[in-house]
């Protein structure tokens, strides 16, 4: 009778082991399930489009994006293709574009990663400028961009090089090349 009982209580015991173990498996699985879900998107737009308008109701700026996708985790938008556009009438817009973009979750800062494009077109006012560099910074509500990367300038035949540039968009536009600037100019 006695060996019949401690059989019992070796079962029981087994049986409450077992199922600690196989509830810690469980939890470590959805823990780790939920980890894996942290980072995906919560919402997203494909041919996504935003205008801000400046302070005297005229467009100011238009983001465009081939895919955008938004994170809750950490509030970040990733943008796939964003064309990025300035405007300052009666000048032409500056575009810029990008492969890749980030915006920030206060939506203050726009990381536009890879190789990165700003033109302007011709106007009376200048001939079309072209602007080559990579992984730029955009603060879209002050119209600033700026890297630390190589930036090549085209005007015409007129090409000026460095390391590092700061750019403001609106009126009055200001651009600065930080380090190593070279020149190679058209003489006409």
């Known amino acids: 009778m006695m060996l019949k009982h401690n059989a019992f209580y070796g079962y029981v015991i087994a049986l409450a082991i077992v199922s600690s173990l196989l509830a810690k498996w469980l939890v470590n699985e959805d823990v780790e399930r939920r980890e894996t879900l942290a980072h995906s998107a919560d919402f997203f737009s494909v041919g ?3 205008w801000q308008m400046n302070e005297q109701g005229g467009l100011g700026s238009h983001l465009t994006a081939n895919k955008m996708a938004h994170y809750s985790d950490d509030g970040t938008t990733q943008l796939e293709n964003p064309l990025m556009f300035f405007y300052n009438a009666p000048n032409p817009a500056w575009q810029i574009h990008s492969e890749t973009g980030e915006l920030s979750k206060s939506g203050d800062t726009l990381l536009l990663n890879g190789k990165v494009e700003i033109e302007r077109a011709a106007s009376s ?6 602007i080559h560099t990579s992984n730029l910074t ?3 509500q002050t119209s600033f961009a700026e890297t630390n990367e190589f930036t090549e300038l085209r005007s015409g035949n007129n090409i000026t090089t460095g390391l590092g540039m700061k750019v403001t968009f ?8 930080l380090a190593k600037v070279h020149g190679n100019y058209d003489k006409k």
């Open 170 to 177: 609106s009126s009055p536009v200001h651009l600065e090349l």
């Open 125 to 130: 006012q200048g001939r079309e400028l072209i």
């Open 138 to 140: 955009v603060s879209p």
């Open 48 to 50: 996504y489009q935003k």
